[in-house]
């Protein structure tokens, strides 16, 4: 490289109980770094922990300055716990992988062979997805094909939050500050040289996932409410084809009448099932609205993303 001085990458590592995991990590980090010419630092954020993790990875901070701690307050969050690693990251580059060992560390030569080339996000892409249900991996790719319609962003295919975000790019994802966050959305919204690698994913070296289909399916729609408004326009939309319907029932219905028609009986289940689907309808609408005015109102109260209860490592403790 043109500097003399090794270039330094932060690998950003959110855990939650991840006990018999980090360890492992760490080790596959440092066996990665033996073929690629920069240096590391490893920042583990704990997002609450309560196995001794963190007690781990602070003993270890010891050990090795190359290791990092930051310990959240309380559980903030996945998302969260990845904008508190990439907020005390000082290297040249950040690589946010998790902690289930689920993104291999073995990939991370190839995300930085890329941003030498001058790509500022290199994000992985899973060309398989090994010890995941079917389901989820259909969700999953809906979802996507949905977002990258709805939100008009360029969001690859198959794209976790496994990615190299060089300093510029890091520098300007500290700048926006929302509330409910969607990290691999915010990367690709900030723009810059963008780049992927393939791979394949691993299945989850011990323990049980932090993710099952529900919080995944909370991550998509706060992606989804967050960077569109295309839900209200998809309601606005099926409520006009349901008040169409309805006119040309109300039409139906009239015109029977005044033709006197036999087959015109009237039902109190019909009224009531029409009510209750219009009720319905109404409701889902309501709800709908309900929610984007509900994250206005909370990002307007412009509270702290998180707060530390204690690092390790970092300039600020030293």
């Known amino acids: 490289?043109?500097?003399?001085?090794?270039?330094?990458?932060?690998?950003?590592?959110?855990?939650?109980?991840?006990?018999?995991?980090?360890?492992?990590?760490?080790?596959?980090?440092?066996?990665?770094?033996?073929?690629?010419?920069?240096?590391?630092?490893?920042?583990?954020?704990?997002?609450?922990?309560?196995?001794?993790?963190?007690?781990?990875?602070?003993?270890?901070?010891?050990?090795?300055?190359?290791?990092?701690?930051?310990?959240?307050s309380r559980n903030f969050g996945h998302q969260i716990?990845?904008?508190?690693?990439?907020?005390?990251?000082?290297?040249?580059?950040?690589?946010?992988?998790?902690?289930?060992?689920?993104?291999?560390?073995?990939?991370?030569?190839?995300?930085?062979?890329?941003?030498?080339?001058?790509?500022?996000?290199?994000y992985a892409v899973r060309e398989s997805r090994e010890g995941e249900t079917v389901m989820k991996k259909f969700l999953a790719a809906t979802f996507y094909k949905v977002f990258r319609h709805a939100a008009n962003i360029d969001v690859p295919l198959n794209a976790g939050d496994f990615r190299l975000i060089s300093r510029k790019a890091i520098n300007a994802l500290k700048q926006v500050r929302e509330l409910h966050r969607f990290v691999r959305g915010l990367t690709c919204w900030v723009g810059f040289e963008q780049d992927s690698v393939v791979y394949k994913r691993?299945?989850?070296?011990?323990?049980?996932?932090?993710?099952?289909?529900?919080?995944?399916?909370?991550?998509?729609?706060?992606?989804?409410?967050?960077?569109?408004?295309?839900?209200?326009?998809?309601?606005?939309?099926?409520?006009?084809?349901?008040?169409f319907a309805g006119l040309l029932l109300t039409l139906h219905v009239v015109v029977s009448a005044f033709l006197g028609?036999?087959?015109?009986?009237?039902?109190?289940?019909?009224?009531?099932?029409?009510?209750?689907?219009?009720?319905?309808v109404q409701l889902i609408s309501l709800g709908l609205v309900g929610q984007y005015v509900s994250r206005t109102y909370e990002e307007s109260k412009k509270r702290p993303l998180y707060f530390v209860k204690k690092m390790v490592g970092l300039p600020d403790q030293e």
């Open 202 to 243: 691993a299945a989850r070296l011990t323990g049980e996932t932090k993710y099952p289909v529900w919080k995944s399916a909370r991550l998509a729609w706060d992606g989804l409410t967050s960077f569109s408004g295309a839900p209200l326009r998809w309601i606005t939309t099926f409520g006009i084809v349901v008040a």
């Open 81 to 122: 716990a990845i904008t508190a690693g990439m907020d005390h990251a000082r290297g040249d580059a950040v690589i946010i992988m998790d902690a289930d060992l689920q993104d291999p560390p073995e990939v991370i030569p190839d995300l930085i062979a890329k941003w030498r080339l001058g790509k500022d996000v290199v």
């Open 1 to 72: 490289m043109a500097d003399e001085a090794k270039k330094l990458i932060s690998i950003v590592v959110p855990f939650l109980n991840e006990r018999e995991n980090i360890p492992v990590l760490y080790e596959r980090v440092r066996a990665a770094f033996d073929s690629v010419e920069e240096t590391f630092e490893l920042v583990f954020v704990d997002d609450g922990s309560s196995d001794g993790s963190p007690d781990w990875a602070m003993q270890k901070a010891t050990e090795d300055d190359r290791i990092k701690v930051i310990r959240l």
């Open 261 to 280: 028609s036999e087959n015109l009986e009237p039902g109190w289940a019909t009224i009531v099932s029409l009510i209750l689907f219009m009720g319905g």
